[in-house]
Structures are given as structure tokens and as C-alpha cells.
């Protein structure tokens, strides 16, 4: 059974920093992009940065470009989202998603967590 356990959230003041784990198990990722969505009170769920299992390529949202930093760790099966510079806007629930295709579409996505929140104050 696959599973994937988020960490990490938290309340944090405007320009601080929070770092959200991943922690994937159940099957063998590799093939699979791994990615961390956010989702605000009444809007969709938005994606913020994706990378490859293996290679470790990856992609960010415009939005979080410069400020956050997705990683893999293989030998521990997690995945981390480094989050500096947080802005007011940035208050959402965070998941982690897996998937074979990969894409900035949720719907490309069969795993998901269960969220960890983010509130930044300002």
C-alpha cells in the first residue's frame, strides 16, 4: 500500500523559512515524478515544484521560483520542499503527490498525501 506522509507545516512570520518532508513508501519510485501542490481556503489545488525520482531533474512554479527548492533523498524515500522567504501567500495546505507521467495537472497525479499546513504570518 502506498503511502506518502507529509511534515513539517507550521506558522512562520513573513521572511522566515519551514522545510516539508515526504516520506514515500509502499512501492519502488523510481519512474515516478515526485511534486508538492498547495491548496488555499476556496481556491484549486495549485502546483509549486516537481522533480524526477531518478536524474533528480526539476521544475518550479513561477511563484516560488528563487525562494523554494524541491530534493529527493533515495536511500531515506523522501522527498523535502525548502521554503525561504515565505509570504503571506504562500498560506496554504501542502501535499505530496506522486505520479508516472508527471505533469503541473493534479489530475496527473494517483498519490497523494494528507497535507501539512503552512500559515505565514504577516
Known amino acids: 500500500q502506498v503511502q506518502l506522509v507529509e511534515s513539517g507545516g507550521g506558522l512562520v512570520q513573513a521572511g522566515g523559512s519551514l522545510r516539508l518532508s515526504c516520506a514515500a513508501s509502499?512501492?519502488?519510485?523510481?519512474?515516478?515524478?515526485m511534486a508538492w501542490f498547495h491548496q488555499a481556503p476556496g481556491k484549486e489545488r495549485e502546483f509549486v515544484a516537481a522533480?524526477?525520482?531518478?536524474?533528480?531533474?526539476?521544475v518550479h512554479a513561477d511563484s516560488v521560483k528563487g525562494r523554494f527548492t524541491i530534493s529527493r533523498d533515495s536511500a531515506k524515500n523522501t522527498v523535502a520542499l525548502q521554503m525561504n522567504s515565505l509570504k503571506p501567500e504562500d498560506t496554504a495546505l501542502y501535499y505530496c503527490?506522486?505520479?508516472?507521467?508527471?505533469?503541473?495537472?493534479?489530475?496527473?497525479?494517483?498519490?497523494w498525501g494528507q497535507g501539512t499546513q503552512v500559515t505565514v504570518s504577516s
Open positions: 509502499g512501492r519502488t519510485f523510481s519512474g515516478y515524478a
Open positions: 522533480i524526477n525520482w531518478i536524474g533528480g531533474s526539476t
Open positions: 503527490a506522486a505520479s508516472t507521467s508527471g505533469s503541473y495537472s493534479p489530475r496527473a497525479y494517483r498519490y
